[in-house]
């Protein structure tokens, strides 16, 4: 009785949606998910989330296809120097098993249907462009907050909301309606909520309860792993990588330390944040001629672009820091992925952030000293502040050019002799 009514109710349903044009039902998909008949006493449903489920670890997988997902990957950050970066494989895409989330009996939660099968099909494809797209942002070595390890696909009557994010899980919400069946979000789509922090609870997050969901969304943009305040961060040292590299181009295989030293030191290298690189290690390299390893290590570690992003989301985790100490009439303000500090609102940050392996390196004391600022613009891709009786403070508040300098050079010739001392090659 239960299959006749399903075949009426659906088959009323296929004559009212072929009278409409269903947005994005006319794309096909790169590739057709296989059906696989139901088990003994397997519902249909059950049976295509298997199946799907199946189909969406495949997906992330390589075969070498020209638009294959692992393979465009490979491609980007062969092109972009970057090394050691994880497979997509890293990640998994799920529909949620059992009836929670997809049931035979319930119209929104059936699969019983083939086109409502394809819209699913369609939605685990753009969550695995979604997740292409994040992997090539984050380099391909995921970490930090708010980093993406697994996307779950539910309807959006249960999830009860278009993205929610929590410990690494991004679950999607997929609308329905009964005449257009399922609306798969386009990866585009999904990046645009991202960005806008629809993912984001204040009530699952470690922030001060009184938060605005507006303030809440503006501080997003700094946390934001595949954000335009991180990019914006990202680029600064690398302009700094491209600087220091064509520094380095002066030095030879034969150059004195004394030469490195009035080349690199108070310009590239800060001699107060040397862990290792001291005087008697330096010497140490020179007298076993080791110097010409040390400084193709040296420059193998600069133009690593991983380098780079590692001091980046230390220089964040600095600038949250100074965020979260400033007591005092602060706002924030993204204009143009950059980040304006003003005033009237408190806002206290208590997000603990990963600092990246090159922490140590950089220079935590940043920061006007005022307790109070109250009126703030950007000039010139950075931060500046203005202090309480509108005076300019020849940039106060200026995080990205109080980080950068040094901080490089700093860290990459510390692990660049440490590397040496121990006989390893870091351009392999």
């Known amino acids: 009785m239960r299959i006749w009514v399903n075949l009426i109710f659906y088959g009323f349903l296929g004559v009212l949606s072929a009278c409409r044009t269903l947005g994005g039902d006319s794309d096909t998909l ?45 491609d980007y950050f062969a092109k972009n120097g970057i090394k050691d970066a994880l497979p997509l494989k890293t990640y998994t895409i799920n529909l949620r098993p059992g009836n929670e989330c997809f049931r035979e009996s319930t119209p929104g939660h059936s699969l019983w249907w083939a086109r409502n099968r394809e819209q699913i099909a369609r939605q685990i494809e753009s969550a695995a462009q979604f997740i292409f797209v994040h992997h090539k942002a984050v380099l391909g070595k995921p970490k930090g907050p708010f980093q993406i390890r697994e996307i779950e696909i539910c309807p959006k009557s249960t999830s009860k909301s278009d993205l929610n994010f929590n410990a690494g899980k991004l679950i999607i919400g997929v609308p329905y309606n009964l005449v257009q069946g399922y609306r798969p979000w386009t990866s585009d789509q999904l990046l645009s909520l991202w960005r806008q922090g629809a993912h984001l609870d204040p009530e699952d997050l470690v922030v001060n309860r009184w938060l605005t969901r507006k303030k809440l969304i503006n501080l997003w943009s700094l946390f934001d792993p595949i954000g335009s305040f991180r990019l914006n961060i990202r680029q600064s040292y690398d302009q700094e990588s491209q600087t220091l590299s064509q520094r380095l181009g002066q030095l030879g295989t034969s150059s004195s330390l004394d030469h490195w030293k009035n080349l690199l030191w108070g310009t590239s290298v800060d001699p107060r944040r040397i862990r290792i690189a001291n005087d ?39 600038f ?63 931060v500046a502040v203005f202090t309480v009786d509108d005076i300019k403070v020849d940039v106060a508040l200026n995080v990205l050019k ?8 700093t860290a990459a010739l510390d692990r660049a002799t440490l590397a040496t001392l121990d006989q390893r090659n870091l351009c392999l």
């Not at 109080?402 to 050079?409: N, R």
């Open 30 to 74: 790169r590739v057709q998910p296989e059906d696989k008949p139901p088990r003994s006493g397997e519902s249909l449903t059950a049976s295509r989330v298997l199946s799907l489920n199946e189909w969406a670890r495949n997906l992330l997988q390589e075969t070498r296809d020209l638009d294959d997902f692992q393979k465009m990957a490979d």
């Open 320 to 382: 949250e820091k100074w965020m979260g100490q400033r007591s005092n009439n602060i706002d924030i303000k993204i204009k143009a992925g950059l980040v304006a500090v003003g005033n009237y609102h408190q806002i206290g940050v208590t997000l603990s952030t990963y600092q990246g392996a090159y922490y140590e390196y950089l220079n935590t004391q940043v920061g006007p000293t005022e307790s109070t600022v109250l009126k703030a613009q950007v000039e010139g891709g950075l």
């Open 402 to 409: 109080q980080l950068i300098p040094q901080s490089l050079g």
């Open 280 to 318: 008697e290690t330096l010497r140490k390299i020179w007298t076993e001629q080791k110097s010409g390893q040390l400084l193709q290590n040296y420059r193998c570690l600069v133009a690593n672009p991983v380098t780079a992003d590692d001091l980046s989301w230390g220089s964040q985790a600095v």
